[in-house]
């Protein structure tokens, strides 16, 4: 079946450091793949997504990029803000089955 | 644009009762979801809906019912709540690959 697989534990970092969270995935067919971020005490929102390999989704100085060959779809930001202090998300959708399969997510925390 | 409204927000719930979260979207998305959120464990399927009428179990069942009787409403039922079901719950609805979520309902069961 499909599933997500994100790096383990919280990210802390200084603020204007380079961010990289990990994403890898395994899934049948061809999905395409998406990161969420979450704010504290709101729902989830779609931060940037790639629906075909080599794509290359991009949002608010963020980026990834679809890697089918190393199954990956890691995040990453060159100059993290303290807004940027969130759960992020990585997840795929596959064509057949209808539904958005998640990672167990990771918190960033940025300081001043 | 509402989008997604679910309610409660918030409820407390004694173990053995029972409770209807509510899900409402105004895309007229066919599509719609319920997950839950525990800490670690990431978003877990509970139940989705692929239409007007229609049903179908995720990952995570168990311990719930789930009806769309109308094509915007999606509502989540808990029969016998547990404390295993402490939970924050989230709502979703999708059209092609846009997935709007919901901002979520915190469900504390003692």
């Known amino acids: 079946g499909n599933s997500v697989t994100q790096m383990e534990g919280p990210v802390t970092l200084s603020e204007e450091a380079f961010l990289t969270i990990n994403c890898t995935y395994t899934?049948?067919?061809?999905?395409?793949l998406f990161w969420y971020v979450q704010y504290p005490g709101e729902g989830l929102q779609l931060l940037l997504k790639a629906t075909k390999a080599d794509d290359k989704g991009s949002n608010k100085g963020f980026e990834a990029t679809y890697r089918k060959e190393t199954t990956s779809f890691h995040l990453e930001k060159g100059s993290v803000q303290v807004s940027d202090s969130a759960v992020y998300f990585c997840?795929?959708?596959?064509?057949?089955?209808?539904?958005?399969?998640f990672g167990k997510g990771n918190q960033v925390v940025v300081i001043p | 644009n509402a989008g997604v409204t679910q309610t409660p927000k918030f409820r407390v719930l004694k173990t053995g009762q029972s409770m209807t979260l509510l899900c409402a979207q105004d895309?007229?998305?066919?599509?719609m979801y319920w997950y839950r959120q525990d800490p670690g464990m990431g978003l877990r399927l509970i139940h989705y809906?692929?239409?007007?009428?229609?049903?179908a179990k995720g990952e995570v069942p168990d311990g719930y019912n789930v009806s769309r009787l109308k094509k915007q409403n999606f509502l989540l039922g808990l029969e016998s709540a547990a404390p295993s079901q402490t939970s924050v719950y989230f709502c979703a609805s999708r059209e092609n690959y846009g997935y709007t979520f919901g901002s979520g309902t915190r469900l504390t069961v003692v």
């Open positions: 899934a049948t067919g061809y999905p395409s």
């Open positions: 809906s692929v239409g007007e009428g229609t049903t």
């Open positions: 997840a795929l959708s596959d064509r057949g089955n209808n539904r958005l399969a």
């Open positions: 895309m007229n998305h066919e599509y």
